[in-house]
């Protein structure tokens, strides 16, 4: 056990933190998978979340930060540490501008931007989480992503607070550099629009979540898509050629093209179900388990190695396999 009484007690101390012990983490996941944390943390508010922060390096815990859940797998054993969870979500409107604490829900800052008629995240309507997922993990859909609006993302690493401006975040595709200096944890960030109607932008936002309702169902367990798109120019000469123009968009091939061509709709284990129309979308179909759900994966990004030669490399983020035994 990594975190002994004493440890829960000096976290317990901080202001306002809500402390859990042995709380399983399959309630708090979109796949409704993965076993017990050995503490949850959630902080209401900075000052909570930076001591505890500070707490956990301290004391040399192992820590993982959390938002909706809805982009991870987590192991069956769960994960034996502290896992930190902030929870601010006041939301500030300054001119063209969104000040938003990053445990706000995305959608319902998205809802808020189409009120106030500000254009520039209606797209992203439907996608879950917290801001603060979205920002790591740099989401977006129909061709934006949260990127495009920031201005800076503040980060704590338990010390000091940083402001970081959009050219320090390392944007790129699904990617930021909250995912290689995990230290820094992110506490609000601004964004920028410009000016909508509020009746066009709520249209679009509607036409978008009709589909996107269709393609992943609300109470569908899932994560998402498991697997990143692959940009057309980073892929193998001879895999070029046989990629059809008509799937290329924004530079990218869908995974689910690669997916598909290897047979991999509709394959299943336990209850964990590739989806017969999308072959990169993966699903808890009942009572399914963390280790049916890794294989699966390892298997659908053998079958892309043996047809294509290339590696398919995951958009979903895992927790607690560190010391599971062969997994991931
Ligand atoms: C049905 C469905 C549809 C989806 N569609 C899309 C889509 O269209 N586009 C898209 O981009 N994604 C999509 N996703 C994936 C997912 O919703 C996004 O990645 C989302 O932004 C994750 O946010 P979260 O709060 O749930 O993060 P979590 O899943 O809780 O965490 C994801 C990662 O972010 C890190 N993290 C979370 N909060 C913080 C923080 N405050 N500071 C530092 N690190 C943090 C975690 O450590 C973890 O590594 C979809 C998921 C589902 C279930």
Redesign the pocket.
Request: charged share 15%; hydrophobic share 40%.
């Given at each position: 056990m990594a975190v002994m009484p004493a440890a829960v007690n000096r976290l317990c101390a901080i202001p306002e933190l809500t402390v859990l012990v042995n709380v399983p983490l399959s309630d708090h996941?979109?796949f409704r998978i993965g076993g017990p944390a050995a503490v949850l943390c959630d902080a209401p508010d900075e000052s909570a979340l930076t001591q505890a922060r500070r707490t956990v390096q301290e004391l040399k815990l192992p820590n993982?930060?959390?938002?909706?859940?809805?982009?991870?797998i987590v192991s069956d054993f769960g994960f034996d540490g502290v896992v930190l969870?902030?929870k601010g979500s006041r939301l500030e409107r300054k001119g063209m501008l969104l000040q938003v604490e990053?445990?706000a829900v995305?959608q319902d800052v998205v809802d808020e931007s189409i009120r106030l008629g500000m254009k520039g995240l209606e797209t992203?309507t439907?996608?879950?989480?917290?801001?603060?997922?979205?920002?790591?993990?740099?989401?977006?859909?129909y061709g934006r992503?949260i990127n495009e609006l920031v201005e800076c993302v503040r980060?704590t690493d338990g010390r000091h607070v940083k402001a970081f401006r959009n050219s320090e975040c390392d944007f790129q595709y699904?990617e930021s550099i909250?995912?290689t200096r995990?230290e820094?944890?992110?506490?609000s960030l601004d964004l920028r629009f410009e000016s909508g109607d509020p009746g066009d932008l709520a249209n679009t936002a509607r036409e978008i979540r009709t589909i996107?309702d269709l393609?992943?169902p609300p109470q569908?367990k899932?994560?998402?898509?498991i697997f990143k798109n692959v940009f057309f120019d980073d892929l193998p000469e001879h895999v070029q050629a046989e990629v059809p123009g008509t799937v290329v968009r924004d530079g990218k091939v869908p995974s689910a093209w690669f997916l598909e061509q290897a047979g991999a709709k509709g394959i299943r284990r336990g209850d964990i179900q590739v989806a017969s129309y999308h072959a990169n979308l993966v699903y808890n179909d009942g009572a399914g388990e963390a280790a049916d759900l890794v294989a699966i994966i390892q298997e659908l990004k053998q079958r892309v190695r043996d047809r294509f030669g290339f590696e398919l490399e995951e958009?979903?983020?895992y927790?607690g396999f560190e010391h599971a035994p062969a997994l991931v």
């Open positions: 996941t979109r993982v930060v959390i938002g909706g859940g809805t982009n991870l969870r902030y990053a445990g995305l992203m439907g996608i879950p989480g917290y801001v603060g997922g979205a920002i790591y993990g740099n989401a977006g859909a992503s980060a699904r909250f995912k995990k820094w944890v992110i506490l996107r393609k992943y569908m899932c994560a998402g898509s958009e979903v983020q927790v």
